[in-house]
């Protein structure tokens, strides 16, 4: 955790209580640049490690960085600089809100199709960027590494570079964009962003399937299969949601295809307009947490669901720990939230629900977690089996960021 | 010039007949679809597994000796183009499909299996893999990876890098690593996605996992004839701001038509001034819907004429038309230069008439085939290189062409990659700190500079010499490849 979000808790705990408020901790300064010459004179010249951020709505990702003399908010750098929707394609400030700019966009009829959690926390383009954060929708457009096609960088000495362009098609140089695309900071701050658009979908509908983990997985397989192409499969609270979306007639006959696919069990509930809406923004917001709440996501093969929702159970019982799980069922991803229990146990959960989505070829990070659980879990990875490259991550990191000025720890295997 | 020792070295690190050193048999591997830039390699290897690619690449890191890979060699921008003083390492023995997971839709294939042998181990699943690259009958996955392999279908369904989840790969030390994974997001840097598209300087592919996708229920697919190709541009216009993402969108000018026909008489209007392919692909009621708001737009757009494929056959037949335009064109001049410039696709008419001045000053003519979705033009500039001095002069005009597309706010290519033949246009298009970051990042996967040297990144001795005009490659007169 930075020095700023551990402020407060310092004082409290370690001060005596008569001087608390006079000798309170202060945060790192924050640099506040409006235009790309400040933030790269920001970088240059402010001596010390660094730390971007932009809606702080991620900023508990990664491990915490082992210092933060200063933080690098983006937030005055938070303009739409150009919207072609004839190209379909946007340049975007890194401090924009991911709102602000769906609004923006919204009148043309596109949008940047991603649906990550905590829009209305105030997510940033940039955050979701350096995050690759992405939602349920990313079943059929992709998560920010397929939506990026360019980026402007400024580096740890000052270096402001580009990669891509603002075309679409384009193999010119080296693809650095997904690179940047969550390295969490650790490479450079993202100065400009160019993405590609989407148009909005004309009619959309959402069916709700009731359904225990396998038969979920069982559905889903059978709808990746089939004619139907779903924008998202989610399994959450014993049910299957697919939402299916185009044109009137599409979606119609999409939902019948849904319908006799998911024939013989219950009879599934539909949704539209306003009440569909809600029910993503729910759905969508199960995969952030919130207070009091420890946050993993695992990576899987889709058909692995049901073995990493039975590990979960199974690691949750033996820890005395409440865990819900919500996965993105199509795409393989699978979040899980912690609560009750103190950090050893939420630890402990992670630890070994870890131990058996590696042994199914899965992943499992962490994300949001409970005061104390850092120091008794990598964030990242069982120490032991690193990833197979991480040599390399390592030279990258020297390359771009020598003196490891951004965020120094926070990723994986201590870069 | 490769030591007799390193030779000895790798001819008993690899089974017999995997190494090639006679002067006649290296000769074969001289170019690649750049056939303009000729290279014989120092010594050309024929591994079988990523043991023995490792063992080569140790070998050649140990003794800085630079090394090249190499598929199928159809690459467009001499990406391929070995080094004298060289190892030229030739992945077509090791051309396996490993493994294949239908209901997790993935397979995992070593990189000498073409690109089109991919779809054709999983049709019967209803499966395919979707990059479609125009010589995908002979390219290889390797070399897709190593190009981000595009094709007429990349607007609506990406490139190489959106269905390649993970790529084993011997780094330029001998390291053999696995960039990404099979599922989504392993952790780390995404240095699968700098790998793709890096054209072979951040090392050598092994293994490929790629995702796969169901065929489309339905496809649809029209010919629209404008007078001209403003009027073409248009309809493409219409198209977009109808919210219709179509899975191609091809255009031809009436050169290129003209060419096309003659070659395949695939049925283009020989009166048009231009010929829009719109193909649209998906679930059949919604493929429906948007396919009879393409007729009215294309209508709306004062479409001359507009043929719709019947069937499959006819389907075949119309792309058969326009993926013969590069070589068709032998049919209208003895030598042409193609280019492969993007621009934003608005600015498509005022950068038409721009190319038509240009070529208008030049005295010679251009003919032209666009991915008009994408912005994706590929001019054909024609020219006799018997006649004194107009071989410059189109060689000039071809990158004044691609010049201009990065002053509207484009690229120097869209799909054919830098390589040789455009890394002297890089500075155009990129600054001396961007390349500086993009060399940082390619020495932290090869600090010698061993992998492919002398591509993508311009330097004074490539930049003095630049590659000859346009010939054919050996398969596409062998009539094995069409191109794009």
């Known amino acids: ?415 | 010039m490769i030591s007799t020792t390193l030779h000895r070295e790798l001819a008993d690190l690899l089974p017999p007949g995997g190494v090639v050193a006679e002067p006649a048999q290296l000769g074969t591997y001289q170019c690649d679809g750049l056939t303009g830039a000729r290279v014989t390699p120092g010594l050309v290897v024929l591994p079988t597994s990523t043991e023995e690619v490792a063992a080569v690449v140790r070998a050649c890191a140990r003794d800085g000796v630079p090394f090249v890979a190499r598929g199928a060699g159809t690459g467009l921008s001499g990406g391929a183009l070995p080094h004298a003083d060289g190892v030229l390492i030739v992945l077509s023995r090791m051309r396996r499909i490993l493994s294949v997971d239908v209901p997790n839709q993935r397979m995992v294939v070593e990189p000498g299996v073409t690109n089109l042998e991919i779809s054709k181990a999983v049709a019967g699943d209803g499966l395919y893999y979707a990059p479609d690259p125009s010589s995908q009958v002979v390219c290889t996955i390797g070399g897709n990876v190593a190009e981000n392999s595009g094709g007429a279908h990349c607007l609506k369904y990406g490139f190489t890098t959106n269905h390649v989840l993970a790529v084993e790969a011997v780094m330029p030390d001998g390291e053999v690593v696995t960039l990404g994974a099979d599922t989504l997001d392993p952790p780390g840097y995404d240095l699968r996605g700098v790998f793709i598209g890096s054209e072979g300087l951040t090392g050598v592919a092994t293994k490929v996992v790629v995702r796969l996708l169901r065929v489309p229920e339905a496809v649809r697919t029209l010919v629209a004839d404008f007078d001209s190709p403003a009027a073409a541009g248009d309809a493409v216009s219409g198209i977009i701001a109808a919210g219709i993402v179509p899975a191609a969108v091809e255009m031809l000018d009436a050169l290129a038509i003209e060419a096309c026909e003659a070659a395949t008489g695939a049925g283009y209007s020989l009166d048009a001034g231009a010929a829009l392919v719109v193909e649209l692909d998906g679930p059949e009621a919604e493929v429906e819907a948007e396919f009879s708001a393409v007729r009215t737009i294309c209508g709306d757009s004062r479409a001359t004429r507009v043929r719709i494929a019947a069937d499959a056959a006819e389907r075949a037949l119309i792309w058969r038309g326009r993926k013969a335009a590069f070589a068709a064109m032998g049919r209208l001049s003895p030598d042409y230069f193609v280019q492969d410039g993007v621009i934003p696709r608005v600015r498509l008419g005022r950068v038409l008439a721009r190319i038509a001045e240009m070529a208008g000053e030049q005295g010679l003519q251009v003919a032209n085939v666009f991915h008009a979705g994408d912005g994706n033009l590929h001019p054909l500039v024609l020219f006799d290189a018997t006649n004194d001095g107009e071989a410059v002069r189109a060689e000039r005009l071809a990158t004044a062409i691609v010049e201009l597309c990065v002053e509207e706010g484009g690229s120097i290519t869209g799909e054919h990659g830098v390589g040789t033949d455009k890394a002297c246009s890089m500075p155009k298009m990129f600054s001396e700190e961007d390349l500086a970051v993009m060399a940082r990042v390619r020495a932290a996967f090869d600090p010698q500079g061993i992998s492919n040297p002398g591509k993508v990144f311009p330097t004074p001795r490539l930049c003095g010499e630049r590659p000859g005009p346009y010939r054919p490659h050996p398969l596409e007169e062998a009539g094995v490849v069409e191109r794009l």
Not at chain 1, 276 to 282: D, I, M, N, P, S
């Open chain 1, 1 to 415: 955790m930075t020095a700023g979000a551990t402020a407060g808790a310092t004082a409290g705990a370690g001060g005596p209580p008569a001087a608390a408020g006079a000798t309170a901790v202060q945060g790192p300064p924050v640099l506040r640049p409006t235009d790309l010459r400040e933030l790269r004179d920001a970088v240059r010249d402010t001596p010390g490690t660094l730390l971007a951020g932009g809606g702080g709505t991620k900023q508990d990702w990664g491990a915490p960085p082992e210092r933060t003399d200063a933080v690098v908010s983006c937030g005055g750098l938070d303009g739409l600089v150009e919207h072609s929707p004839g190209d379909m394609v946007a340049i975007v400030q890194p401090g924009l809100s991911l709102g602000r700019l769906q609004e923006a966009l919204a009148p043309s009829g596109q949008w940047l199709a991603l649906d990550p959690p905590l829009v209305d926390g105030g997510a940033t383009v940039g955050g979701v960027v350096a995050t690759n954060d992405a939602g349920p929708r990313r079943q059929r457009y992709g998560a920010p590494r397929d939506l990026v096609i360019g980026v402007t960088v400024v580096l740890a000495d000052g270096t402001v570079a580009r990669s891509g362009g603002r075309v679409v098609k384009n193999v010119a140089g080296f693809d650095l964009m997904r690179l940047y695309c969550g390295s969490l900071g650790t490479l450079g701050v993202l100065a400009e962003i160019v993405v590609r658009l989407h148009p909005l979908p004309e009619a959309s509908r959402t069916l709700r399937i009731p359904a225990d983990p396998a038969t979920a997985t069982a559905t889903t397989l059978a709808l990746l299969a089939s004619a139907a192409v779903p924008t998202a499969v989610d399994l959450a609270g014993g049910a299957l949601w697919i939402r299916l979306q185009g044109r009137e007639a599409g979606v119609a006959a999409q939902c019948a295809l849904v319908r006799r696919l998911a024939a013989g069990g219950e009879e599934p509930e539909e949704f539209q307009g306003s009440e569909e809406a809600e029910v993503w923004r729910r759905l969508t917001a199960a995969h952030a947490g919130g207070a009091g709440e420890t946050v993993a996501r695992a990576a899987t093969l889709p058909d692995r669901l049901p073995a990493v929702a039975a590990a979960l159970i199974e690691a949750a019982g033996r820890a005395g720990v409440e865990a819900r799980l919500a996965s993105h069922a199509g795409l393989g991803l699978h979040t899980a939230r912690l609560s009750g229990g103190d950090a050893r146990a939420h630890a402990a959960v992670v630890r070994d629900w870890r131990r058996t989505v590696a042994g199914l070829g899965g992943t499992v990070v962490l994300r949001r977690r409970i005061d104390g659980v850092d120091g008794l879990v990598d964030p990242w990875c069982d120490p032991g089996a690193p990833p197979s490259a991480l040599a390399v991550m390592r030279r990258v990191k020297a390359q771009l960021d020598p003196d490891r000025r951004w965020a120094p720890g926070r990723f994986v295997g201590g870069i």
